[in-house]
């Protein structure tokens, strides 16, 4: 009887064999690699907001202060967000009449809030207190980047479970001296002074992974 | 017997033929291959398959609903969390034995007489552990996060508890399924060829011809055919032990009386292999009948498992004296008072009905006439299912209605949903199981050659 | 606390007001700016209060709320600010106010955190609280966002303006100005409120002829009759059960819900502790504990905590009075107020000689019991105490006056004082209303509280007689039944939304201030009344504040005004103990009426421990929350003694006829081991006809068979077999023990002798007998003890577990199929033979055991072990396999088997606590020792760089206790409480033998029984 299958469809099978297996062994890889990527985490993507704020000019320019408009970073869990006030402290005065701050002349004069779009958010079951974690010297830089070179500010870290366990299990990596704490710019760790393993002796860091360290 | 033709020293275990006489090569291909080949669909397998495949509807509905609405839509509660979805993946992957039991462990053991019954004894495994492997998934209260009880390089950074007996579950259950599963496939090699050339049908001959993967039956295949289904075999066959043994621990680990002994082990395997024989009765009796194998599956095989069951029944028996002698024996208040509960207690009914099952009906099997009778082994075989599940049943809920505060006892009562999944999970093992017989050789045609006696007198001339 | 810091907590607080949402989107922020900083210019310089107001500006982007806040907050309110903790912004908030309960008032601390109410606990400063509450003020959060309360004026079930309302009350009062009020009638229930009494008053004199009526359902009228005929004057007793050595409670639930509860607790419960190791002499040890007699039909928590409980008809108590009075020979006799003590020589006479006082025969009761019982109360005169309940006709009170007087207890154990309800003298009853509305004599009728309609005894048809009146405005939180029939229906504001006062039963007077603006336009009883006056329109801060500036004028009237509603009470007001003489001739009107024949069954009514008198009946809290001894959620139930259930030939869950007096009602019969037999007891407030959704169809309403002559107790009632089922749902089907040792007891004799009695009952595995390498617990290791011998059973851990942690309601079906989501229970045990069995009570939450059989067997590690030693149960991990469930021994885990947790109710959402994550459908949850409020104050310790003090982590369940008997704290802490407690010899942990080593631990309770009684008597 006829051959319905030509020679070179063994070859296929062998072929077709090897190939379901890296096939299985890529969409894994694919798996885990996507999952990590800006895609997911939106790190490193600009959020657009209702006014243009820059961080890099404010901070990096200017030189304000962080705790200038993110008051209760030092004494709460929430650093908090400023109101149309404080940015009208100066801008009554500068710019006043510039396009660009419109809707926060608006917002004061109407006393509807500006809403801006949230760029650091945790789901609801992660509790974070910065309050905590300025207190035992980890540096606004090291999780929120330079917001100094922020024309529009971005997650300059994944904010994902592994990221903060990275910390949490090594943290002499990572702290800054208090008073550094709101500066903008990071020694390498190697030249660091006092050494992270000082800073952790001295502000007695006891950085826990307890599971109910931040999920209740 | 006077009718064997075989010389004198043979080794055959078994005196009577395992294959009736008459037979030739073409023959038996014949016979076999037809049943696949046939032009048309037999009535009785189309209303068979229908049912079944109502069923399957059955579970496809009740999953929607479960999954559009919890896990409560069962009779689980506090304190009996586990309900008829664990009682049913341990009683499914029980019956997922037999196959490897006869494919592997008899093959290592020459027992030629499995080779009739191997091939739908290991498909009926595989149709088994899959149902088992849905309960496992469905119990969960979020399902969608199945793949966290595997080891993977998640973005959480953690891995799962390899302390728990679930997670072991997970490798035990699916190293079985694909060990079985590849068994099987190897298996079907020659005759998925064998089918290929005998048939009509030019699509039927392309998909088959797919399937076979270029086999020609050169001495080459047939030599690594050879290696790889020993090896095969060779895996398999701890996997019957230890399957089973890894199931017992999710209950052996457990603090709960009644679950927390050493006998769990040995006598889910045993266990297992009872229901999973009693269930290949179940599918071997009607399908001699109806496709009339009676000449390949003979009496003589009935009765080789009726033995086997006899045997296993006992030692489950066993386990269930120990139970109760460990009890005794143990002087715990809560172990004492878990048998007398099991006895005495709102359930004992089940406990009572479970022996009736499984101790006191398979001692019929002492008498030749009954082993004789199939529609006696085939309802032996009933019901030793039925006790099998009961085991099941005893074990988890009983021991969970009752534990250690009695301001937290209380009763299951299971609502139509457990049911319909249950059922559903039937529906979804026929419908497989009808489809591999129409599609595929119940019997494998190669093998069953190699048992006729020219090929036995070939042998000896080739010496 | 300076000055200025008051101030700020002022913004800060006033920050709070109102709902976020409306904060940051409203015009009225704007508006708020420019009229409101400029006078406040010091406080907006000042960082901390500028800083507040930005933090909560910025988290209420973030926040959802409610957008139905309407009025412009111009009033101050102080926050407690005992801690400057407090004070840091993004902390939650404390203020002072109170929860209103009829008579009763428990001054409280509000939890606020971003404008929204979210924790009630006591008032730690305030003697009526000590820091616990009771189960109702717990769950008065619930009903402050119930989205079925009434949101609308209505007229005859049109939505009307307020204004519309107003005017129509102008014109009536115009048109009564003619008659000087002779149409006009106020009804009321309990006033405490000093400020509403005065409004009424001021009312009662521009219509002289105008009437005030007060109508409570659950009264203190017996009370006052009683003591009317003891010393001639209505008073009413204080107990100071803390000197009391041996106390006598004649069906009076004093430990039961209600008024006092929580005082009567914590004093009663410092007088249980058991006489610890090192107590000098045994004799000496054996008196630091007092004993506790409880005569009574059905059981309660009280006679649960009984040494002896004396099982008698409700109807037959006033028999045993008389017969202990005529013991401690009183009966008839006239005394001066200075009795003198009787000696033993009196007593001796008084009990040996066979005569008129020689103790009369009590039904059911031995005489050995009496003349002991007689004895002991004799021996303590002075440190004992009688107590009488509120069901108990006027001469059982009056008995109990002259017993306690004849003991020379007045002063020492009671004392007494007017009245703390401005009602209970001056106002009419409720029976001389119903006659005016009879006879057409009433045009005007304001209701200011209550839902007559439902609670007036059946043979008062009030809404017929509303109709017979010609203008009727109701005041209620509901829309209700009262409501449905009055013209007027106007929402009410519920106290957390309200300015107010009220006098606590003690009689010192707390200020009420609002958490949140009236969230559904509520009015108070003030707001209404000024109704009448020239200024309709005036808030109740303003009309408070006016009462208490004529009450105390002076220079510094703003300053002792700001500290009273900073303390929570008004310093002076608390009201002096009066002098009271006792008349003669008390034993002569002993009526028999109350008594039913023998084998007659008598019918009590209580208020339902849960919805009261059926004001709760809408709060889901309370009606999953499990009654004492009975175990039922969602429903009432006729109780019975199982000897009376076998006469009639009927058992729990028949459905049966109630018959008194021709009148019928059917009710689910529920058989109740320890009740007295041939006697019936029913709850009120069920069978709530016109009510939000949580509340219907629950329960039977036994209101219609409670008529206004046996309100209480009434005789000659029947049951009458319907041949029907009905399920009722229990949390706990099992009540034995088993003769397991799980709530281990003794009695204090026992103790002293074997104080290691405890743990013999168990053999326990040695130290260190586990195969994973030992623990060893730096920094922290928290656990908990809890003291059997303290704990009364109330529930309010359970209730209070559910406030602070998010803890869905499941409702009747889930409740049945043992689904319920409690996260700390109540276990209730019987012991002995089931017609007088001794009770028990086990709170079990999570045991935190350090050999968790839990955590080894979650395959995705969901549940695991602390550095500190906590059992965590992480939510977002849990795929719900329940394995860990089946696991636990102690069956503390509780499972979401279908989406519980209301996330879609606008209401419901503000409810929840943000620190607690609100658990998803398909998870595990469970006690995780309050780890939210434990990780509050790790972080303010790191941050301040100073160590944890012990006591500063309270749990929920301990915070609330009313009789102490939870402790948690460090077991690395060699000084902190828990390490005390549980050093104690009574300490043991359950199932101790299954090796899990459990964090929390018990402590054995112990009973006092008179030694003089034989076992078989005890």
């Known amino acids: 009887m006829p051959q319905i299958f030509h020679p070179s469809t063994n070859t296929i099978a062998r072929v077709s064999l090897f190939g379901a297996l890296f096939l299985v062994g890529g969409a894994l890889w694919v798996l885990v690699t996507v999952q990590r990527s800006s895609y997911v985490t939106h790190q490193g993507v600009p959020r657009t907001q209702p006014v243009p704020f820059s961080h890099q000019h404010h901070v990096g320019g200017v030189g304000l202060d962080c705790r200038f408009c993110h008051t209760s970073v030092e004494t709460s869990a929430f650093a908090g967000i400023p109101p149309t006030q404080t940015c009208m402290i100066c801008h009554s005065r500068l710019w006043s009449d510039s396009p660009t701050l419109a809707p926060v002349r608006e917002s004061l004069r109407t006393g509807v809030s500006l809403q801006w779009n949230r760029v650091h958010n945790l789901a609801d079951f992660v509790y974070f207190d910065h309050s905590v974690h300025v207190a035992k010297g980890v540096a606004c830089l090291t999780c929120h980047g330079h917001v100094d070179q922020m024309p529009l500010v971005y997650k300059s870290a994944s904010l994902q479970m592994e990221w903060c366990l990275e910390c949490h299990r090594q943290p002499e990596k990572y702290l800054s001296p208090r008073e550094a704490v709101f500066r903008m710019e990071d020694p390498a760790p190697e030249k660091r002074v006092p050494s992270g393993v000082d800073l952790v002796r001295e502000y007695r860091v006891r950085t826990r992974t307890d599971c109910d360290t931040c999920h209740r | ?463 | 606390m300076s000055e200025e810091r008051e101030d700020k907590a002022q913004l800060v607080g006033r920050r709070h007001w109102r709902s976020l949402e409306d904060l940051a989107d409203s015009p009225r922020v704007r508006e708020i700016l420019e009229r409101e900083f400029p006078e406040h210019a010091s406080e907006w310089d000042d960082p901390k209060g500028r800083r507040q107001f930005l933090q909560l500006m910025g988290a209420s982007l973030a926040l959802a709320g409610l957008a139905s806040c309407t009025e412009p907050l111009g009033e101050k309110i102080v926050p407690f600010v005992r801690q400057p903790e407090d004070l840091v912004p993004g902390k939650p908030l404390r203020y002072a106010t109170a929860i209103r309960l009829a008579a009763g008032t428990m001054p409280v601390l509000v939890t606020s955190t971003m404008g929204r109410p979210i924790k009630i606990e006591g008032n730690p400063e305030h003697p009526e609280s000590l820091g616990a509450t009771d189960v109702f003020t717990q769950a008065a959060l619930l009903t402050l966002y119930d989205p079925d309360r009434s949101k609308t004026v209505t007229n005859l079930g049109a939505i009307r303006p307020y204004s519309d309302l107003l005017g129509v009350m102008h014109d009536a009062a115009e048109a009564q100005r003619a008659s000087r009020g002779a149409g006009l009638r106020i009804l009321t229930g309990a006033v405490t409120s000093p400020t509403l009494a005065w409004q009424i008053g001021e009312l009662l004199q521009t219509f002289p002829e105008a009437k005030w009526h007060r109508y409570e359902p659950v009264d203190d009228e017996n009370i006052l009759a009683g003591a009317r005929m003891a010393f001639g004057e209505p008073v009413e007793a204080h107990l100071h059960l803390d000197q009391a050595d041996v106390i006598l409670s004649l069906d009076s639930d004093f430990l039961g819900g209600g008024a006092g509860q929580v005082r009567h607790a914590k004093e009663f419960a410092r007088r249980r502790r058991a006489p610890e190791e090192g107590a000098a002499a045994s004799s000496s040890r054996k008196d630091t504990m007092n004993r506790l007699y409880v005569a009574e039909s059905m059981p309660t928590l009280t006679g649960a905590m009984a040494d002896h409980r004396l099982r008698l008809r409700s109807g037959d108590v006033a028999v045993l009075a008389r017969a202990v009075a005529a013991g401690l020979g009183v009966l008839g006799v006239s005394r001066p107020a200075d009795v003198p003590r009787l000696s033993e020589a009196d007593l001796a006479a008084s009990l040996g000689v066979p005569g008129a006082k020689r103790p009369a025969a009590v039904p059911g009761i031995s005489e050995a019991m009496i003349s002991a019982l007689i004895k002991d109360l004799a021996k303590h005169s002075s440190r004992s105490l009688v107590v009488v309940g509120a069901a108990q006709p006027p001469e059982v009170h009056a008995l109990a006056h002259a017993m306690n007087h004849a003991l020379g207890n007045t002063g020492t154990t009671v004392t007494y004082h007017a009245p703390v309800d401005a009602g209970a003298i001056v106002a009419g009853s409720f029976s001389e209303l119903a006659n005016d509305m009879g006879s057409g004599r009433v045009q005007l009728l304001m209701v200011l509280a209550g839902n007559p309609v439902f609670t007036a005894p059946v043979d008062i048809s009030f809404s017929e007689l509303l109709t017979k009146v010609g203008l009727t405005i109701h005041l209620g939180l509901y829309d209700d039944e009262t409501a449905a029939r009055c013209h007027w229906h106007v929402p009410e504001a519920h106290d957390l939304e309200s300015w107010s006062d009220a006098r606590c039963p003690d009689g010192s007077i707390t200020l009420l201030q609002p958490l949140i603006e009236p969230l559904y336009h509520g009015k108070t009883a003030h707001e209404l009344l000024a109704a009448f006056t020239d200024q309709p329109l005036r808030g109740s801060a303003e009309i408070v504040k006016e009462y208490w500036s004529r009450q105390k004028p002076s220079a510094s009237f703003e300053q002792q005004w700001r500290r009273a509603l900073h303390d929570g009470v008004v310093a002076g007001t608390e009201l002096p103990p009066k002098a009271v003489t006792l008349q003669g001739g008390l034993g002569a009107g002993a009526r028999e009426s109350d008594a039913a024949g023998a084998g007659e069954l008598e019918l009590v009514f209580r208020p339902d421990p849960s919805v009261y008198d059926g004001r709760f009946a809408n709060n889901g809290w309370l009606q999953e929350l499990p009654r004492p001894l009975t175990r039922l959620t969602w429903d009432n139930a006729a109780l019975v003694s199982p000897a009376t259930a076998k006469r009639l030939g009927m058992q729990s869950e028949d459905l049966v006829v109630l018959n008194l007096g021709g009148r019928r009602v059917r009710a689910p019969l529920w058989v109740l081991p320890g009740h007295a037999d041939d006697s019936v007891t029913v709850h009120l407030g069920y069978g709530r006809e016109r009510v939000g959704r949580v509340g219907k169809r629950a329960g039977f309403n036994a209101y219609l068979v409670r008529q206004s002559n046996t309100r209480w107790i009434a005789p000659g009632a029947k049951l009458e077999a319907t041949g029907k089922r009905y399920p009722l749902a229990g949390t706990q089907e099992h009540g034995s023990m088993e003769g397991r040792p799980l709530a281990r007891h003794a009695t204090l004799d026992h103790y002293l002798q074997h104080p290691d009695f405890a743990r013999e009952m168990e053999e326990a595995p040695p130290a260190g007998l586990t195969m994973n390498p030992p623990v060893k617990y730096e920094g922290h290791a928290w656990a908990m003890a809890i003291d059997l011998n303290a704990c009364t059973g109330c529930n309010a851990c359970t209730i209070a577990c559910q406030a602070e942690n998010n803890i869905p309601i499941v409702g009747k079906d889930q409740v049945m199929v043992n689904r319920e989501m409690h996260w700390i229970r109540v276990d209730r045990y019987f012991e002995g033979e089931p017609e007088a069995p001794a009770v028990y009570h086990q709170p079990v939450p999570c045991m935190h055991c350090e050999d968790a059989p839990c955590e080894q067997v979650c395959p995705v590690a969901a549940t695991v072990h602390s550095s500190e030693g906590l059992n965590d149960m992480v939510y977002n991990r849990c795929v719900g396999t329940k394995y860990c469930a089946n696991n636990c021994p102690y069956k503390v885990r509780r499972f979401n088997f279908f989406q519980y947790s209301d996330f879609v109710s606008p209401t419901a959402r503000l409810l929840f606590n943000p620190n607690v994550t609100v658990r998803t459908r398909g998870v595990m949850e469970k006690c995780s020792y309050c780890v939210q409020r434990i990780n509050m104050v790790r972080n303010e310790a790191e941050v301040e760089g100073r160590p944890i003090r012990d006591g500063e982590i309270l749990t929920a369940c301990q915070q609330v206790c009313p009789s102490d008997a939870i402790v948690f704290g460090d077991l690395n802490d060699p000084n902190s409480r828990v390490v005390q407690w549980k050093a104690q010899p009574r300490n043991y942990s359950l199932l101790g033998n299954l090796n899990t080593r459990p964090r929390t631990t018990y402590l054995a309770s112990l009973k006092n029984p008179n030694p003089e009684l034989s076992k078989d008597e005890a």
């Open chain 2, 1 to 463: 017997m006077e009718n064997d033709p075989r010389p004198p020293g043979a080794e055959e275990p078994f005196s009577p033929p395992i294959v009736a006489p008459g037979y030739t090569f073409a023959t038996v291909s014949d016979k076999i291959g037809s049943i696949v080949l046939a032009r048309g669909t037999r009535f009785g397998w189309v209303v068979g398959f229908a049912l079944s495949f109502v069923f399957l509807m059955v579970l496809v509905v009740s999953i929607s609903v479960l999954l559009l609405r919890g896990v409560g839509i069962w009779g689980i509660n506090s304190p009996v969390f586990w309900g008829f979805d664990i009682i049913n993946f341990v009683w499914w992957i029980g019956i997922g034995h037999a196959g490897t039991l006869i494919s592997a462990i008899l093959l290592l053991l020459r027992q030629t007489w499995r080779t009739s019954i191997n091939r739908f004894a290991e498909a009926m495994t595989l149709f088994a552990v899959s149902c088992a492997g849905l309960f496992p998934l469905l119990h969960m209260g979020r399902p969608w996060f199945f793949y966290w009880m595997t080891p993977y390089p998640s973005t959480m950074g953690v891995w799962p508890n390899f302390r728990s007996p679930l997670v072991w579950d997970v490798f035990a259950v699916s190293t079985y399924a694909i060990v079985s599963a590849l068994f099987w496939f190897v298996g079907l090699l020659p005759d998925l060829a064998t089918l290929r050339d005998r048939s009509k049908n030019r699509a039927a001959r392309i998909v088959y011809g797919m399937l076979a993967m270029g086999w020609r039956g050169s001495a080459a295949h047939w030599h690594r055919y050879e290696v790889a289904s020993l090896l095969l075999a060779g895996l398999a066959t701890p996997l019957v032990v230890s399957v089973h043994t890894v199931v017992s621990f999710d209950f052996t680990i457990g603090i709960i009386p009644g679950w927390h002994a050493t006998i769990f082990p040995p006598y889910f395997v045993a266990g297992a292999i009872y229901a999973g024989f009693a269930m290949v009765l179940l599918i071997a009796i009607p399908l001699r009948a109806v496709y009339g194998l009676e000449d390949f599956i003979t009496m003589q095989h009935l009765r080789n498992m009726a033995k086997v069951l006899l045997a296993t029944s006992m030692i489950v028996c066993y386990g269930y004296v120990m139970e109760a002698f460990f009890s005794w024996y143990s002087g715990n208040p809560y172990e004492q008072f878990m048998i007398v509960n099991r006895m005495l207690g709102p359930y004992a009914w089940a406990y009572w009905m479970l022996l009736a099952c499984n101790l006191v009906t398979p001692q019929l099997l002492w008498f030749g006439r009954v082993r004789d009778s199939i529609p006696a082994l085939f309802g032996i075989s009933l019901i030793v299912s039925l006790g099998m599940w009961l085991e099941r049943f005893v074990i988890i809920v009983t021991s969970l209605s009752r534990d250690f505060l009695p301001s937290s006892w209380g009763m299951f009562y299971p609502t139509r949903w457990d049911f319909a999944t249950f059922l559903g999970s039937i529906g979804l093992f026929l419908t497989l199981l009808f489809l591999f017989i129409r599609f595929l050789p119940m019997i494998s045609i190669f093998e069953m050659r190699t048992i006729l006696p020219q090929a036995e007198v070939d042998d000896h001339a080739g010496h």
